[in-house]
């Protein structure tokens, strides 16, 4: 079993930056995929950004150029840097992790976090 603890949501302002944090715990072992995904007002739940323990990564087309996913194998801890914030941004970010990277990308791994709120507005 894996638990996850996400951290470092708020309110920014339009252009402003925020780093998401990711704690893993359990059997770190098993995972090879962790992701973000954002669940924003009225709409589904979506894939942010996801990476491999090898270092790949996916982006989605919204966020490229903005967005870092970033992981930290021996922390056992995955980040979410996020520049130049738009209001479009907002919504319930949820770090995933499962252990086939095809998975996470397409509908989540196994493993949830609570999520943190990330609110982008003047």
């Known amino acids: 079993q894996v638990q996850l603890v996400e951290s470092g949501g708020g309110l920014v302002q339009p252009g402003g930056s925020l780093r998401l944090s990711c704690a893993a715990s359990g059997s770190i072992f098993s995972i090879n995929a962790m992701a973000w995904y954002c669940q924003a007002p009225g709409k589904q739940r979506e894939l942010v950004a996801a990476?491999?323990?090898?270092?790949?990564?996916n982006y989605a087309d919204s966020v490229k150029g903005r967005f870092t996913i970033s992981r930290d194998n021996a922390k056992n801890t995955v980040y979410l840097q996020m520049n130049s914030l738009k209001p479009e941004d907002t919504g319930v970010y949820y770090c995933?992790?499962?252990?086939?990277?095809?998975?996470?990308?397409?509908?989540?791994?196994?493993?949830w976090g609570q999520g943190t709120q990330v609110t982008v507005s003047s």
């Open positions: 995933n992790a499962g252990p086939r990277y095809d998975t996470v990308v397409a509908v989540g791994g196994d493993y």
């Open positions: 990476t491999s323990r090898g270092g790949r990564t």
